[in-house]
């Protein structure tokens, strides 16, 4: 059984910065990637950020690409996602999960089988 439990959100003005983390426990993640995704009201949940656990090859969807920052310490089993230049529109609840597949790369979210329970970010203008 897999435990993730994100903190670190928080409300921001638009410009600033903010770091999430989530905490990972219940099994070695060695061989998966993990992800950042977020759900603004009234949104579908979408992709923000992929680290691959071994090696740490990163991907980001278009709308954080040079913003954001995906990391993780393998040591205390945290991911990371430093968020600096923030907008209105980054304003969601920021989830991280568990790719279910071994060294898969696809960033859906059916395709993710253990999940967070949220850290709200909200933006100021």
């Known amino acids: 059984q897999v435990q993730l439990v994100e903190s670190g959100g928080g409300l921001v003005q638009a410009g600033g910065s903010l770091r999430l983390s989530c905490a990972a426990s219940g099994r070695t993640f060695s061989n998966y990637a993990m992800g950042w995704f977020r759900q603004a009201p009234g949104k579908e949940r979408e992709f923000v950020a992929l680290?691959?656990?071994?090696?740490?090859?990163?991907y980001y969807a278009d709308s954080v690409k040079g913003r954001f920052t995906i990391s993780k310490d393998n040591a205390k089993n945290t991911m990371y996602l430093q968020m600096n230049s923030v907008k209105p529109e980054d304003t969601a609840v920021y989830y991280c999960?568990?790719?279910?597949?071994?060294?898969?790369?696809?960033?859906?979210?059916?395709?993710?089988?253990?999940w967070g329970q949220g850290t709200q970010v909200t933006v100021s203008s």
């Open positions: 680290i691959r656990w071994s090696g740490g090859s990163t």
């Open positions: 999960a568990v790719h279910r597949v071994p060294y898969g790369v696809t960033f859906s979210v059916a395709d993710f089988g253990s």
